[in-house]
């Protein structure tokens, strides 16, 4: 496959989408859901360019001093940041520093290192370019190495990694450089069905039978404050209890490709929706006061893959999700699992 010097192909134009409304939907929660009723999906493209440097994190045209940052950060790079990043290129120049590598792809950015980004941002990416892909290699920052759902999913996908190191410029001849998707909760669902059909083999001969529940383990934020009785509701109700930080990829796949039912406060184990039974429903715990759009990324998920989505408000120690411990209303969740037995896959 040969490149010109730089080529832009357009892959998904920009689209309108309108999402229906959470099954369970109670219009005093308008405010919560509002920012997504209605959005934008954005144009997505992929770069084919050659003669690019690594350095760290940063994609540099080192003839030119173009940087690329729109596609190795999601906010882009700040100008001192900038200026740091070309006095470490010199320095590794100076210091004979070089790896050169023939073919390559750049996929992630800023939150990479994160279950829900890696899956929902970085994979897509990845099979966006994938009629382009020769044997190119995977270009990722060495911090996310440790991150084992990293390696795990590229070796499914059988690409191969180099983890660039910082003290090491990385020149590469042809790279493909894979735009965003879209901001937090923009999908695509010709890339969620790719990523579907590549991990769960037999997607369509397997029928959802198990009901589950993913718990967290204790963390800065997000825990159950009422976490037994809670417990002790889900095991009248028949749910299976798991820590998914405690399994592998493989494992968390091979239970939710069987799941009708998943259940779970908001968190990246529900990530996992996108490894479902057709048909199936998803029941995520709400903070009553935040209804960002980035919250929303699993109601938008959801209803990008079909699913039946369900929610419950509780109370919260802090107004953003993201800070407090959930209070969970234990009538409100009694109620919606009553509701979730009588849905037909």
């Keep these: 496959m040969v490149f010109k010097t730089k080529v832009m192909e357009i892959i998904y134009a920009k689209s309108d989408v309108i999402r229906e409304k959470p099954k369970n939907f109670d219009p ?18 992929l770069l084919k360019i050659d003669n690019i440097t690594v350095v760290k994190d940063i994609l540099l045209d080192s003839n030119r001093f173009i940087f690329y940052d729109k596609y190795s950060h999601a906010n882009g790079y700040k100008n001192y940041a900038k200026f740091k990043k070309t006095v470490r290129f010199f320095t590794n120049k100076i210091t004979n520093k070089t790896i050169k590598i023939e073919k390559g792809i750049w996929i992630s950015d800023t939150w990479s290192g994160n279950y829900y980004h890696w899956f929902m941002d970085c994979i897509p990416r990845l099979l966006m370019a994938e009629n382009y892909l020769d044997d190119h290699v995977v270009i990722i920052p060495e911090r996310f190495q440790s991150y084992s759902f990293i390696k795990e999913s590229l070796a499914f996908l059988r690409r191969k990694a180099i983890y660039v190191k910082p003290n090491i410029n990385y020149k590469v001849s042809h790279a493909l450089l894979p735009s965003e998707i879209g901001k937090i909760g923009q999908y695509r669902i010709e890339l969620l069905v790719k990523l579907k059909e590549k991990f769960v083999k037999d997607a369509d001969t397997v029928v959802g039978k198990r009901k589950v529940f993913i718990m967290r383990r204790p963390a800065k934020a997000r825990n159950i404050i009422n976490k037994e009785p809670m417990i002790e509701i889900l095991n009248e109700f028949q749910y299976e209890i798991h820590y998914f930080e405690d399994y592998n990829l493989l494992k968390q796949i091979d239970i939710i ?33 935040d209804g960002s759009k980035l919250v929303n990324c699993f109601f938008t998920l959801a209803a990008e893959l079909g699913l039946h989505y369900f929610y419950t408000t509780n109370k919260s120690t802090d107004k ?5 411990d959930f209070d969970i209303d234990l009538l409100k969740l009694k109620k919606t699992l009553k509701l979730l037995d009588q849905i037909k896959s």
């Design 320 to 324: 953003l999700t993201n800070k407090g």
């Design 28 to 45: 005093k929660d308008e405010l919560l859901f509002q920012k997504v009723w209605n959005s934008i999906k954005p144009e997505c493209h």
């Design 257 to 289: 490709k069987e799941t009708k039912i998943l259940v779970g406060i908001h968190g990246a184990g529900l990530t996992n929706m996108v490894f479902m039974p057709k048909g199936g429903t998803v029941l995520e715990f709400r903070n009553e006061e």
